[in-house]
């Protein structure tokens, strides 16, 4: 329905609509996993976007981001600037319609690594900020950590990506590998994963402990990155 009322918006400027991320990839977790969706077209103005405003409301409101929509000319000349949503894109994928955009989109290992420590160091602002809010209930120590996992596990694949290494489905094996080049303990981001993915509940009584582990592996992620070089895998 989504690709149907885009067509109808933009008719032949339309290039291609492009599902991306765990819904392309089998990954994602029923009611749980938003569905993120490329949208490439011949320009973009703003009566067109603006005819598209009921369908991004029922599309948001569906728990979904609004389709990431740019031009033929910015998607071929932005792999630099968005380099680990690029990486990301080219693996995890499916064309909806349209021609295949990733054609020739390569992702140079240096603007990765900029990005990377980039967002590493955001995440870990970030879950500070969650951690003064949350304070000691633990109910909003666990919202903290679920609604954390999905950003964290994108900047967990790039690094993998930094190494040459193509990252696999399994989020488990995702952080062993982060964790064992970072230096600190994946327990921590194992329960939580559980927890988000797999539906196991982290008790109240080991959720601060968790949420104390987790934010120190992210501070370890943030010192090997400052320190790692592109040259030296």
């Known amino acids: 329905e989504l690709v149907r009322q885009l067509s109808a918006v933009y008719g032949v400027g339309l290039c291609s609509v492009v599902l991306y991320g765990s819904a392309a990839s089998g990954e994602q977790v029923e009611g749980k996993s938003d569905q993120n969706v490329l949208v490439i077209v011949d320009h973009i103005d ?45 693996e995890r994928h499916r064309v ?24 590493a160091m955001g995440k870990l602002l970030r879950l500070r900020a969650g951690v003064m809010n949350a304070g000691t209930d633990t109910k909003r120590q666990g919202t903290l950590l679920g609604e954390s996992l999905s950003a964290l596990m994108v900047i967990f694949r790039a690094v993998m990506r930094l190494h040459g290494e193509i990252p696999p489905r399994d989020s488990h094996a ?60």
């Open 46 to 90: 703003r009566t067109r976007l603006q005819q598209l405003t009921q369908t991004s409301r029922a599309w948001t409101e569906a728990g979904n981001p609004p389709p990431l929509t740019l031009t033929q000319a910015e998607w071929q000349r932005s792999a630099d600037i968005f380099p680990m949503e690029y990486a990301d894109m080219l």
């Open 96 to 119: 909806l319609k349209g021609d295949n955009p990733f054609a020739g989109i390569q992702v140079d290992p240096r603007d990765l690594r900029l990005q990377v420590e980039h967002e």
């Open 174 to 233: 995702v952080a062993k590998f982060v964790a064992s080049r970072a230096g600190f303990e994946v327990a921590a981001f194992d329960r939580v994963i559980a927890m988000a993915r797999e539906g196991r509940r982290i008790s109240s009584s080991d959720t601060s402990a968790t949420l104390d582990a987790y934010v120190a592996g992210m501070e370890a992620l943030v010192a090997y990155l400052d320190s790692y070089s592109t040259h030296a895998r």
